[in-house]
């Protein structure tokens, strides 16, 4: 009973904080420019992200100050591998400080099993985990690592030898390493590298998308989202790919930008000067001509 009430008046006191935060974006007479300009202000004055401001001002429209309390979840974490997990099994980890150490916890804890502390040990009890997986599920271990290319030389390594271990003709895990392409082009093409870089077995780089691959590109996040109506005007998407120069991350910054624009001025159809206007005052070091 006492946990109860008090998550509950933990949700009440969150919601008033929330509230707090937003309640100045609430008054009417703002324009969009002051607007935007404000809700920076706050997050950077209370370390919050503006897209966690935009979601409470959702929140706060929809369903008024109940739609600002924290929702009710119960934290569960299994301590077995899913049992429709047949072929895969895919994590997938960001950290740009990431150590050998926090390597091996961090593909632990998603299978369930507790570290060892010191790294060896956490090496020896993954290995071990990983031969389980593969001899007697018969499923394949994939780690993808994203931001690679800010990995230090101590955890690429750490990769070579975890590997090699204990087989000749095929790696125990499969790992993917995703960056930019300073990973290839400042690290791995370097003689101290070269044992890595035997290692690698493929090796691909994203080119920037022409206009057409850019509006394909949009169009498939949409379709996956869900959303069966034209959002973009074709001089809009003309200047996403100007303002993004083809590139898949800055493309769905502009995306975002726009569409967050939209649903604050209750727009349905995001054109050309939309896309400019959040271009010049969201997104410093993008201007459209």
Avoid at 68 to 91: G, I, T, V
Avoid at 260 to 286: C, P, S, T, W
């Amino acid at each position: 009973m006492n946990t109860t009430i008090n998550r509950q008046q933990w949700q009440e006191e969150e919601a008033l904080r929330r509230f707090q935060l937003i309640s100045p974006l609430l008054q009417t007479g703002l324009d969009d420019a002051k607007r935007i300009q404000l809700r920076k202000k706050i997050a950077e004055e209370n370390n919050i992200s503006v897209r966690s401001l935009y979601r409470y001002e959702k929140a706060f429209s929809e369903r008024q100050f109940t739609g600002l309390k924290p929702a009710d979840r119960e934290k569960h974490r299994s301590q077995k591998l899913p049992e429709n997990f047949e072929f895969l099994l895919e994590q997938a980890i960001t950290d740009s400080k990431l150590t050998p150490r926090w390597f091996y916890k961090g593909l632990l804890d998603q299978l369930g099993l507790e570290s060892r502390f010191y790294r060896g040990d956490s090496k020896r009890q993954l290995q071990q985990e990983i031969e389980v997986i593969r001899g007697i599920q018969r499923k394949k271990v994939v780690c993808i690592l994203d931001e690679a290319h800010l990995l230090e030389k101590e955890t690429l390594e750490e990769f070579r030898f975890l590997l090699n271990y204990r087989f000749d003709s095929m790696s125990p895990m499969a790992l993917v390493l995703v960056g930019q392409t300073e990973l290839w082009e400042n690290k791995l093409k370097l003689q101290r590298y070269a044992a890595i870089r035997q290692r690698i077995d493929m090796y691909c780089t994203l080119p920037h998308l022409d206009r057409s691959e850019t509006e394909q590109y949009i169009a498939s996040h949409m379709d996956y989202s869900g959303c069966g109506q034209e959002i973009f005007t074709t001089k809009a998407l003309d200047e996403i790919h100007k303002a993004s120069a083809g590139i898949p991350r800055m493309i769905n910054r502009v995306c975002e930008k726009a569409l967050m624009y939209a649903f604050q001025n209750q727009k349905r159809l995001i054109d050309d000067y939309m896309i400019k206007f959040v271009v010049e005052h969201e997104m410093l070091g993008m201007v459209t001509s």
